[in-house]
């Protein structure tokens, strides 16, 4: 049964069930989370390492702060490394409200930004959490210039694009909970593995087991589908166009693998960022901090390094 989304989907496309995606148009609009607010009333799980400038890692979709577990110990030499759970996630709470779209993760992310004081901020993000760091990163310039000094995207949302099948299943009515609530927690997740990594030899079954675990807490399954069904707002494109005004330095990291985000969508992100550069990784796939960390980290260190080094 290897590839069960992949065959389900190719059913959903025989039988015509594509109209059957339904995906959540009620979504504020990113304007309306532009301005910082001061409410307090709910935490993302983070915890902290290291010392020095603090560099953000946010995880992307179906994930949690694990998914860096190869990368915060190496980073955190030299750097203060914060990982953080998105709303719906990880130890994270998971309410039973329509907020999941990434203008509200971000809205959540930079309120933790600033009530942690956290200054000459690097931020990471990796696929969902990619779109959250953009969005977070557009409102910081504009509320709280300086206080970023750099970005990194990996196989990152940036715009609209055409679904994953997982994706497309999740945001099914009746089909979507039925896989989420009907099939084993380790099969879901193992499944989904197969489509992040490029070379499926490289799973480790630990990464299986701790995500299924994941998938297992309370509400986790009602945040992962409605993360899916909200994962691209209605208004994205407009949204985009402030990506031509955020001038801070940006590394663009990418698999030339990935079967999730295209690489088209890292090269017109790397067209449209004014200081950006983009890295194009060979032979892995949609997660290259679980797949091959040992690539990304010099490219880390190396970026990091200068950017820290700028404000000295």
């Not at 059957?20 to 304007?31: E, L």
């Not at 990880?90 to 779209?101: F, L, R, T």
């Not at 970023?148 to 196989?155: E, F, N, T």
């Not at 992962?224 to 069904?229: Q, S």
Request: hydrophobic share 40%; net charge neutral.
């Amino acid at each position: 049964m290897r590839d069960f989304f992949s065959k389900l989907a190719q059913l959903l496309m025989i039988f015509n069930f594509s109209g059957c995606v339904v995906m959540d148009k009620n979504i504020p609009g990113w304007a309306q989370y532009r301005d910082p607010d001061k409410t307090h009333e709910f935490q993302l799980a983070s915890r902290s390492i290291g010392s020095g400038d603090p560099v953000l890692l946010i995880h992307g979709f179906g994930a949690s702060s694990y998914s860096w577990r190869h990368i915060i110990e190496p980073l955190a030499q030299k750097y203060r490394v914060i990982t953080i759970d998105l709303k719906g996630f990880g130890d994270s709470p998971k309410p039973h409200d329509d907020a999941y779209s990434v203008y509200e993760q971000a809205r959540l992310v930079r309120n933790f930004i600033l009530e942690n004081d956290l200054k000459h901020l690097h931020i990471i993000g990796h696929s969902y959490g990619g779109g959250v760091a953009l969005v977070t990163s557009v409102y910081l310039s504009a509320s709280s210039p300086g206080l970023q000094k750099s970005l990194v995207l990996i196989d990152s949302i940036a715009y609209p694009q055409e679904l994953p099948s997982f994706i497309k299943i999740l945001a099914t009515p009746v089909l979507g909970p039925l896989v989420t609530y009907g099939l084993p927690n380790t099969f879901q997740v193992k499944d989904l593995l197969q489509k992040v990594y490029f070379d499926d030899a490289l799973i480790p079954q630990a990464a299986i087991n701790y995500y299924a675990t994941d998938l297992g807490k309370p509400g986790a399954k009602y945040a992962l589908l409605t993360t899916a069904r909200q994962i691209l707002p209605p208004d994205l494109q407009q949204f985009a166009n402030n990506y031509a005004g955020l001038t801070v330095s940006t590394l663009i990291v990418w698999g030339k693998e990935d079967e999730i985000v295209p690489l088209a969508i890292g090269k017109r992100l790397h067209e449209n960022l004014p200081n950006s550069k983009l890295v194009i990784l060979n032979n892995v796939g949609h997660a290259v901090q679980e797949e091959k960390p040992s690539l990304l980290l010099p490219y880390l260190f190396h970026f990091l390094a200068a950017e820290s080094q700028d404000r000295k």
